[in-house]
């Protein structure tokens, strides 16, 4: 019986891990095939063969152009129905090939010259969405230094914005933040000149609200906020932060987002776990930035409230061009220059070009189009530390899942639900860990506890304890943060005991230490006299057992021994020991008597 | 008002700004319209200052320090 389930588990962990593989993904699509005939047959042959197709399946090849006869290389209209009827027929042992005719299609590729400097928009998969959508008719607020009409904005549209530090309608840039953040969003795009926007063909607003030394007070933001709701903006980027909770802020938040405006922040560069101010709050969605690997810039702030995470480069002396390049100012002379920058203020203005191409294809309700922005994320699995929130941005997928007409509205309210935010004192991570392996691993604790019912006390609080410490931890408190503390108290309390090796800094593999059966070991030499920690000892002993036996069937990545047979072997030997070990510790225990 | 002891540095974030770090590794951002004298590289200070909940800015490398006064220190 316990063979049957281990064979049982370890079966389904293997199912799981091969249906899960992305290389039986769809791989692209065909409306017609093509036959590659052998070299060897004759003309006539052929034309037999093409009229026995045409006999029996009612469909006319042609050559496939002018320069097909040598090759033999027919088309036919057909889908995947006919294409397998074909390889099954007589037909395949005339050919060489029975294959789909893919199509290809040509990306949208734009003619600015540095656009090849731009690694972080073909990073977001940006030319497929632009097949969709420029965001046209979508207007984008740029709370910022102001914006320059620099020569490559000269064919960016522009509404009417505000200068809030000088009080005055001209809202031009004096420090060249606010123009390299708009050129992120709408740089004047195929016009032959410097590089790329993302949503070019969206409206900009400028509103300057700091001044040329990159500083501004919240009480001219807050006022910024509330004039691109009025005036019809429907994104508001904000590529600045501090450290103060004011509430001036987040009324105005509140009542753009109630308008219906997505508003957007950079999560901050002091490379701290929490988003700074006004990233933090709920109807913001917070970017953290990448460098130009994919992996978190060294700068980026992480952890509590950062929501996505996108390209915000990371300059070293070897690489300049791993920052973000746009046409801004030289804020000395005012002279427009092509500079790569750096920084979570890079990050947001790329979520804010991708909400407006959203926008531009009719999803417009700002709790939708950050669900988009987080569902069509490109997952990074084991992120412990919430570096990259739902994930790396992608343009192509969000705009394709914002055009699916019905978004499951399941989907969206478990979302809404998981992204909880309760209040500014602590944020809630749903995604952090995945609930059925977890609650599979104390169900399997329980079953291994019920081979054993003879000689254990089944409803004791200790054996319980010991079960789920053993096997899961406090597994929901991983995704628990507190703002401004670190984090690891509770991915120490969310950690199963073999878990434990890797919580403290936050790494996903299993530490051999502490996923084996040293601790349950100590455990029970320390405890087994003990009346009433008897019981938690030999529960979590059985407990580390179903961990190990689980974590071999799902994810075997231990610290040195890799993820392949040798880590599932260490984890199932160890396993066995475990519960080798609690089954003699149990009888031990209970001619000891029940005392628990 | 806040006494901080640190190092002046150069910070590479938004279009550049000066940074106070303390010998903890906690990072201030220094203020706009700090004097001059102060704002050079490696300098080890000890400032008085305040801390400006108000202000945000493009760097966000640290909470925002105002300075009124500041002493040089021995390197």
């Not at chain 1, 009229?51 to 209209?77: E, K, M, R, W």
């Not at chain 1, 040293?518 to 009346?531: T, V």
Request: net charge negative; glycine share 10%.
């Amino acid at each position: 019986m316990r063979r049957l389930l281990l064979i049982g588990l370890f079966c389904l962990g293997l199912a799981w891990a091969v249906l899960g593989y992305p290389g039986f993904a769809n791989r692209g699509s065909y409306d017609s095939i093509v036959l590659d005939f052998r070299e060897d047959l004759s003309p006539s042959q052929i034309d037999q063969q093409l009229q026995t197709l045409s006999q029996q399946y009612g469909v006319t090849a042609h050559l496939n152009s002018a320069f097909s006869q040598a090759d033999h290389l027919y088309v036919l209209n057909g889908d995947s129905r006919l294409l397998q009827a074909l390889r099954r027929s007589d037909l395949r042992k005339s050919v060489e090939a029975i294959d789909p005719n893919y199509t290809y299609q040509a990306l949208e590729v734009p003619n600015d010259p540095d656009y090849s400097k731009q690694w972080n928009l073909r990073s977001i998969n940006i030319e497929t969405a632009w097949d969709e959508t420029k965001g046209k008719d979508v207007t984008v607020a740029v709370i910022d230094t102001g914006i320059t009409k620099v020569p490559d904005l000269a064919n960016t549209k522009f509404v009417r914005g505000y200068d809030f530090v000088n009080d005055r309608e001209d809202a031009s840039d004096d420090n060249g933040h606010g123009t390299h953040v708009a050129g992120t969003i709408a740089q004047s795009t195929n016009n032959d000149y410097g590089v790329a926007g993302i949503a070019y063909e969206a409206q900009l607003m400028p509103l300057k609200v700091l001044s040329s030394f990159g500083g501004g007070t919240v009480a001219d933001i807050a006022e910024a906020i509330r004039f691109a709701a009025d005036q019809g903006a429907t994104v508001i980027n904000m590529s600045l932060g501090g450290f103060g909770d004011t509430h001036v802020l987040k009324e105005a938040i509140d009542y753009a987002h109630q308008k219906g405006v997505v508003v957007v922040a950079a999560a901050g560069n002091s490379n701290t776990n929490s988003a700074a101010f006004p990233a933090r709050y709920a109807n913001v969605i917070s970017v953290s930035a990448l460098d130009s690997t994919g992996a978190k810039a060294p700068y980026s702030n992480f952890g509590a409230g950062v929501d996505i995470s996108a390209p915000g480069g990371a300059i070293v002396d070897e690489n300049p061009l791993g920052g973000i390049l746009q046409e801004t100012i030289d804020p000395e002379t005012g002279k427009p220059q092509m500079v790569p920058l750096q920084g979570t203020s890079m990050a947001a203005p790329h979520v804010a070009g991708v909400a407006a191409l959203i926008q531009s294809v009719g999803m417009k309700e700002p709790d939708k189009v950050a669900f988009v922005l987080q569902q069509s994320a490109q997952v990074v699995k084991d992120d412990a530390l919430n570096h990259f929130g739902a994930g790396r941005l992608d343009a192509t997928a969000a705009v394709k899942l914002a055009q699916r007409e019905n978004l499951d509205v399941k989907d969206f309210f478990r979302w809404l639900r998981d992204n909880g935010y309760f209040n500014l004192r602590f944020w809630i991570d749903g995604g952090v860990t995945a609930l059925l392996p977890k609650l599979g691993m104390v169900l399997g604790s329980y079953l291994l506890a019920w081979f054993l019912r003879n000689y254990l006390p089944m409803g004791s609080f200790a054996l319980a304890s010991g079960l789920v410490t053993g096997s899961a931890g406090l597994f929901f408190l991983r995704g628990f943060y507190i703002f401004d503390l670190p984090q690891a108290p509770f991915r120490i309390l969310g950690s199963s005991i073999p878990e434990l090796g890797g919580a403290i800094q936050g790494s996903p593999l299993l530490n051999p230490f502490f996923a084996s059966v040293l601790i349950p070991f100590c455990l029970i030499a320390l405890l087994l006299g003990h009346s009433w920690w008897k019981w938690f000892a030999v529960g979590s002993t059985l407990g580390v057992a179903a961990c190990l036996i689980g974590s071999a069937a799902i994810d075997p990545a231990v610290l040195w021994l890799g993820e392949g047979w040798l880590a599932r072997g260490f984890l199932l030997l160890n396993a066995g020991l475990c519960f080798g070990l609690g089954s003699l510790a149990a009888k031990a225990a209970s001619s000891g008597g029940h005392t628990a | 008002m806040i006494t901080v002891e640190g190092t002046i540095q150069r910070s590479g974030m938004g279009m550049g700004t000066w940074a106070l770090v303390t010998s903890e590794g906690q990072t201030y951002e220094i203020h706009q319209g700090a004097p001059k004298d102060l704002l050079q590289p490696e300098l080890r200070v000890c400032v008085k200052g305040e801390i400006r909940n108000d202000v945000m800015t493009i760097a966000m490398i640290g909470p925002v320090l105002e300075v009124k006064s500041f002493e040089l220190l021995k390197p």
